[in-house]
């Protein structure tokens, strides 16, 4: 008889290609807890091809990233508010960002952070690897984070760093560069790409740039078009640009003004370009008009949307994901719309609510593709352009000290009105008293003891806090009458107790008492011989 292998064998008896297929379809969050399973699957999940299979098949996310800045007269940091599978927020604070960071670009799972330090760091948002690079020897005293951009190239297995750099031409619409300076991960110097006339640097500030298919594309102003705006094309590859016109498109409609907002975003993986105008009548009514490039070489464009937005506005550079789109009000509420056809006006009574930034300012938040990935930063560690943080800085310095206390009083306060509850909880079962108290436990502090609440977690929080306060009258009232009904019912018993323990004491002071002798019944009682 064959003798059964044992648990450790087991795992050897599927085949490579099979794990593969199961762990691909894993999330990065159980993928890092699977690499101490053994040898195997470690070496699986840090394989470049795996990293890349996996990237492949995860599904792109919204990240909303909210610049610091102060409103109602207080200093809020730079957070990122991430989107899963469900649309719902995340709770927790991404600790790669900190405060201070500017988010540049997203990609594979990578981002790119701008500070006024002299680094800019590219991390990891799932794993939480992370490196800072030396920012180019040149750049203008008025660099700002519009100004960088990163991208990956398919065909090189590069990423890369762009950088426009403020010339001292002007264009005609403003603020432009004619330096391009790229650095390439892994590299030990930045190189500089000279433009083949002045481009416009304030269309880069406002209409953000993208990563598609390896090559970033921004806009530029063009006068010959009704559009006012062309795209540039700059190949990851070659690192060479090109220009693309827009399509001719009419514009003119008497209820609505011609285009004032532009984006350059990505649709499907495809180059996409978006036009704003607002109606003459209302100036918080707009019309979205979305254009595709469907091939490159041929620069043929395809009219992908035209939406009606009631009162709203799209946030950029990414504001549609699959078959919704993204959208905020003034008030400081950001919504999602299913995408229902080509042509459809905005209806706000199907408008999903995703959360409340207030009292931020709209201005400073920015939407983005986001994915998990496991790509990996160690590679590029031994560049001669990485740099070693400052021990004092992020959430470290003395400007965050004051949000920090608020942050972690109100994890203690949430803790504490936990623990209230469960012993109001205990005392009514004691008592026999019914209360309906439900506050959720806060999170488990040993899964994550370095993560903190994020700001819009902080506000649910204490709304919730303050709600559960307002609610503990009525528990309280009930626990009160209860105590007291049983304060009561122990008062009339104890008369009797007293008598109960006097007559036990007398008794024993007597002494045992004789027992009584059981007589024994007469057979001739017995209902057996009775007779009728």
Avoid at 75 to 86: K, M, R
Avoid at 256 to 277: G, H, L, M, R
Wanted: glycine residues 4%; proline residues 5%.
């Amino acid at each position: 008889m064959a003798m059964k292998p044992t648990k450790k064998k087991r795992l050897t008896w599927l085949p490579q290609d099979i794990i593969e297929l199961i762990l691909v379809r894993l999330p990065v969050s159980n993928l890092l807890r699977c690499r101490v399973v053994c040898k195997q699957w470690d070496g699986i999940i840090r394989d470049p091809q795996f990293t890349m299979a996996h990237l492949r098949r995860a599904r792109h996310r919204p990240l909303l990233f909210f610049q610091r800045g102060r409103a109602s007269g207080k200093s809020f940091p730079s957070e990122a508010v991430l989107f899963d599978e469900a649309w719902s927020p995340s709770t927790r604070d991404v600790p790669v960002i900190d405060p201070d960071d500017f988010l540049c670009a997203s990609c594979n799972g990578l981002v790119c952070l701008y500070s006024s330090n002299s680094t800019i760091k590219i991390a990891n948002l799932a794993t939480g690897e992370s490196m800072h690079l030396a920012k180019p020897v040149k750049y203008a005293p008025q660099d700002q984070s519009s100004f960088y951009s990163f991208g990956f190239s398919p065909a090189t297995n590069e990423y890369k760093i762009v950088h426009f750099l403020p010339g001292q031409k002007l264009h005609p619409a403003g603020a432009s560069f004619s330096v391009i300076q790229v650095y390439t991960l892994g590299d030990d110097k930045w190189r500089d790409i000279r433009t083949l006339e002045v481009v416009s640097l304030y269309c880069v500030k406002q209409s953000g740039v993208v990563n598609v298919d390896g090559a970033m594309y921004w806009l530029t102003h063009d006068e010959e078009s009704n559009w006012r705006r062309a795209v540039i094309s700059f190949d990851l590859r070659d690192e060479c640009l090109e220009l693309i016109r827009l399509p001719e498109v009419d514009f003119a409609d008497p209820a609505f003004a011609n285009p004032f907002c532009y984006w350059i975003t990505e649709i499907d993986s495809k180059v996409s370009v978006a036009a704003v105008q607002a109606r003459r009548d209302s100036l918080l009514a707009r019309k979205l008009h979305i254009w595709t490039l469907d091939n490159k070489v041929e620069k043929s464009w395809t009219q992908k949307y035209s939406i009606e937005l009631p009162a709203l506005s799209v946030l950029g550079p990414h504001f549609i994901y699959g078959d919704k789109i993204i959208m905020h009000s003034r008030n400081g509420g950001i919504y999602c719309h299913e995408l229902t056809s080509q042509r459809f006006t905005i209806d706000a009574t199907k408008l999903v609510k995703l959360l409340d930034f207030s009292p931020r300012s709209y201005e400073n938040t920015q939407s983005y593709m986001c994915v998990k990935s496991l790509v990996r930063l160690d590679a590029y560690k031994k560049a001669g352009m990485v740099r070693t943080r400052k021990r004092k800085e992020g959430w470290k310095l003395k400007k965050w000290e004051a949000w920090e206390h608020d942050r972690s009083k109100i994890e203690e306060l949430w803790r504490s009105g936990h623990r209230i509850q469960q012993r109001m909880h205990e005392m009514a079962h004691v008592i026999g008293a019914a209360i309906s108290l439900n506050l959720p436990a806060p999170p488990d502090q040993q899964n994550s003891p370095h993560r903190r609440l994020n700001w819009v977690e902080q506000r649910r929080v204490t709304d919730m806090l303050e709600s559960h306060v307002d609610s503990l009258d009525a528990p309280w009232k009930v626990l009160v009458q209860a105590a007291d009904a049983f304060s009561s019912e122990s008062k009339k018993m104890t008369p009797a107790a007293d008598q109960a323990k006097q007559r036990n004491e007398e008794e024993s002071e007597a002494g045992p008492s004789r027992p009584k002798r059981k007589r024994k019944p007469s057979s001739r009682f017995d209902s057996s011989t009775w007779t009728t």
